[in-house]
């Protein structure tokens, strides 16, 4: 190779290296498998330019923290935020006091490519995670009215999934209340801040309990209104959560223990006795 046939090569060899160094290079597209992981795990609390949920609009986070930054907090926020970090404190304040939870098995390889995601779409017009889909028509007594179904169960959901009060209880109730695997629901609206992050919520469910049911039995968005509306009639009763009924659940176990017993007693009376008679029968 000549000298002249050299040089140019070589230029032509950094100019590439330039281009790819600097970016000019397309980006990799999200994967699905990505863009699945964000809805399940992250879309319930945080939107790319819808505004705030439970958690902050991750629209731009990029520009405001660096990747290696994002990539500890999504890590281990607690973790963070107990380093004496005044970013990660902030947050925790405009949280009132919420840390959000770390997501079990999450490595820092799939946080690297969410943090390429939500870079990705804070780019387009409007991200797909700009908020949950849901219906912002005004909630009406009737939309509350089949959210106490559902939520108690005496109507089933459409894609066949568990009624909350098989988790969860809330003052209104009555009664032995509901489940206790799950937190009380009285205040829930409030706590979350009203509709649009607790749609966002119960649109896709991220706890470890909730997610793996209704990630293939997710709620419509007709059924998400109405347990939104029927959560605030709860809200707005003012209504404190109570404490577990254990005292009720007790006595109520222990009756029924005893009247199954009285109940078998009464089918098999006649089965003992006929065994016994015919045993004396014999003897004599």
């Known amino acids: 190779?000549?000298?002249?046939r050299r040089s140019s090569w070589r230029a032509t060899h950094w100019l590439a290296a330039f281009v790819l160094a600097t970016g000019g290079a397309e980006a990799q597209a999200p994967s699905e498998e990505t863009i699945q992981y964000f809805k399940q795990n992250c879309a319930s609390c945080h939107t790319i330019g819808g505004g705030r949920l439970a958690g902050p609009d991750?629209?731009?986070?990029?520009?405001?923290?660096?990747?290696?930054?994002?990539?500890?907090?999504?890590?281990?926020?607690?973790?963070?935020?107990?380093?004496?970090?005044?970013?990660?404190?902030?947050?925790?304040?405009?949280?009132?006091?919420?840390?959000?939870?770390?997501?079990?098995?999450?490595?820092?390889?799939?946080?690297?490519?969410?943090?390429?995601?939500?870079?990705?779409?804070?780019?387009?017009?409007?991200?797909?995670?700009?908020?949950?889909?849901?219906?912002?028509?005004?909630?009406?007594?009737?939309?509350?009215?089949?959210?106490?179904?559902?939520?108690?169960?005496?109507?089933?959901?459409?894609?066949g999934g568990p009624a909350c009060i098989s988790c969860h209880s809330n003052a209104a109730i009555g009664g032995l209340g509901g489940g206790l695997l799950g937190p009380d629901l009285t205040d829930?609206?409030?706590?979350?801040?009203?509709?649009?992050?607790l749609s966002a919520w119960l649109s896709a469910p991220p706890s470890p309990t909730m997610a793996p049911i209704y990630r293939s039995k997710p709620l419509d968005p007709d059924e998400v209104l109405a347990l939104v509306a029927w959560l605030q009639v709860v809200a707005e009763r003012g209504d404190e959560a109570r404490s577990p009924p254990?005292?009720?659940?007790?006595?109520?176990?222990?009756?029924?223990?005893?009247?199954?017993?009285?109940?078998?007693?009464?089918?098999?009376?006649?089965?003992?006795?006929?065994?016994?008679?015919?045993?004396?029968?014999?003897s004599t």
């Open 1 to 4: 190779m000549d000298r002249k």
């Open 188 to 197: 829930a609206y409030s706590r979350l801040e009203g509709r649009k992050a």
């Open 58 to 159: 991750l629209k731009g986070a990029l520009q405001r923290r660096d990747r290696d930054w994002l990539v500890r907090f999504v890590l281990d926020p607690k973790a963070l935020i107990d380093s004496g970090d005044s970013y990660a404190q902030g947050l925790l304040k405009e949280a009132r006091g919420v840390v959000m939870p770390s997501v079990p098995g999450l490595t820092r390889d799939r946080a690297g490519k969410l943090i390429d995601l939500v870079d990705a779409e804070s780019k387009l017009e409007r991200s797909q995670f700009a908020g949950a889909l849901v219906s912002d028509r005004p909630l009406t007594p009737a939309d509350a009215a089949l959210g106490a179904e559902l939520f108690r169960g005496t109507r089933r959901f459409a894609a």
């Open 246 to 282: 254990m005292l009720g659940f007790t006595l109520a176990g222990i009756g029924g223990a005893a009247l199954i017993l009285v109940l078998f007693d009464f089918l098999w009376r006649r089965r003992f006795r006929d065994v016994r008679k015919s045993l004396v029968e014999r």
